[in-house]
Nanobody, 124 residues
């Protein structure tokens, strides 16, 4: 069982930065691939980024590549999402999720554990 709690969301101006954190409870964090997803009002939840259990391999959606960085600290049971050069299209509720899949997955059905989400709002 894994419980996930996100933090770090808020209101930021276009071009600004935010760093999201997701703290996991449970002993399976270090054996889980972690992902970040987001959902904007009226839209489906979409994949943002994922990181392998050892932190060596990462993967990003095209919409955030070069602006966002996912990282993890297994000693702290925490995964991070550094978001730079934010624009209004990044406004959404951001969720972290844990997956037991061997490969990095972009589809939400491969993630069995989810946090409650944190709101990110980017003003123009």
């Amino acid at each position: 069982q894994v419980q996930l709690v996100e933090s770090g969301g808020g209101l930021v101006q276009s071009g600004g930065s935010l760093r999201l954190s997701c703290v996991a409870s449970g002993r399976t964090f270090s054996s889980s691939a972690m992902g970040w997803f987001r959902q904007a009002p009226g839209k489906e939840r979409e994949f943002v980024a994922a990181i392998r259990r050892d932190g060596v391999i990462t993967y990003y959606s095209d919409s955030v590549k070069g602006r966002f960085t996912i990282s993890r600290d297994n000693a702290k049971n925490t995964v991070y999402l550094q978001m730079n050069s934010l624009n209004p299209e990044d406004t959404a509720v951001y969720y972290c999720a844990a997956s037991q899949a061997m490969n990095l997955m972009t589809q939400s059905q491969y993630y069995g554990y989810w946090g409650q989400g944190t709101q990110v709002t980017v003003s123009s």
